[in-house]
């Protein structure tokens, strides 16, 4: 692509993610689309909105040639662009994960774990930040730490790997969140062993130490899903239920309205009064 052409990013729907500038659309042209647009680039999260993508895909040929992207295509990422397929803040220092969890794409779309250059962001999405280099980690938390916005970790940060240094490196950029996960049970002993390091350094609190829990898995129970959301919640967590989705993208109401209960913190405290988690 040319660095002087005119992208206009198409996404099929609106997260928290999605860009608001002039060249980032939801959906199809509407009446008033810029004339100078060169190329439009569906940008597709999610394998269910694969059908949609294609349709807008179609919709806009009639502006200017189309491609289609994504994590949900299956495409391996290329080097991070800022605001560009995501909003200004956030930032990808990395793609990959040494990992195979048998929910997640990114090692079948993303391989080997690949550092890239690190540009300025405040919410750091990477896929396995802690399995990069220790020279790579010290560049991006020096990148954070010239953040004038507070800093988050919502790429989910791998509770076995984590460290004493790099407990003290969180320390130094002063995090509103930092987001591990719970999915499934061997997720356990290293969120414990997680929890024990942070007590030991001193640092934490339920509202910055965050917890992604995968519930509605094929298998899974209320009450099992609800005994991983609570365990997550005793160690000193504040979990955020995300709800399994396979590549159709079909949910339940009932574990929609259950993943809703436990999804935002403060529903989750008032529910909860009894935990013995304390929220300093
Ligand atoms: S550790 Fe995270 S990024 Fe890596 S494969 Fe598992 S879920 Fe995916």
Redesign the pocket.
Same mark, same amino acid.
């Given at each position: 692509m040319g660095a002087d052409m005119t992208v206009a990013r198409v996404f099929p729907r609106r997260t928290k993610a999605t860009p608001t500038d002039d060249y980032a659309f939801i959906g199809d042209p509407g009446l008033f689309v810029p004339d100078n647009i060169d190329e439009v680039h569906v940008s597709v999260a999610f394998t269910w909105d694969l059908p949609e993508a294609e349709r807008l895909a179609a919709s806009w040929s009639r502006i200017a040639p189309v491609k289609i992207g994504g994590p949900a295509t299956g495409m391996r990422g290329e080097e991070f662009i800022p605001g560009r397929y995501l909003r200004p803040g956030y930032v990808i220092t990395s793609r990959?994960?040494?990992?195979?969890?048998w929910?997640?794409?990114?090692?079948t779309r993303e391989g080997e774990l690949r550092e890239l250059p690190i540009n300025d962001g405040w919410n750091l999405t990477d %896929?396995?930040i802690l399995?990069c280099s220790e020279s790579h980690i010290l560049a991006v938390f020096a990148m954070l730490s010239r953040q004038k916005e507070r800093v988050q970790f919502t790429?989910?940060i791998?509770a076995k790997l984590l460290k004493p240094w790099h407990i003290e490196l969180f320390k130094t950029v002063r995090p509103k969140q930092i987001f591990f996960?719970y %999915?499934t049970p061997d997720d356990l002993s290293p969120l414990e062993e997680a929890a024990r390091l942070f007590r030991e350094a001193e640092y934490g609190s339920r509202s910055i130490l965050r917890c992604y829990v995968l519930i509605g898995y094929p298998g899974d129970m209320f009450s099992v899903a609800e005994h991983r959301l609570k365990t997550a919640m005793r160690l000193g967590f504040g979990p955020m239920a995300m709800l399994y989705r396979d590549v159709s993208g079909v949910t339940t109401p009932e574990w929609r309205r259950f993943q809703s209960l436990w999804a935002r913190p403060r529903k989750i405290y008032a529910k909860n009064t009894e935990t013995e988690v304390s929220d300093s």
């Open positions: 990959g994960c040494p990992n195979h969890c929910f997640c794409s990114v090692y %896929d396995n399995a790429g989910g791998e996960a %999915d």
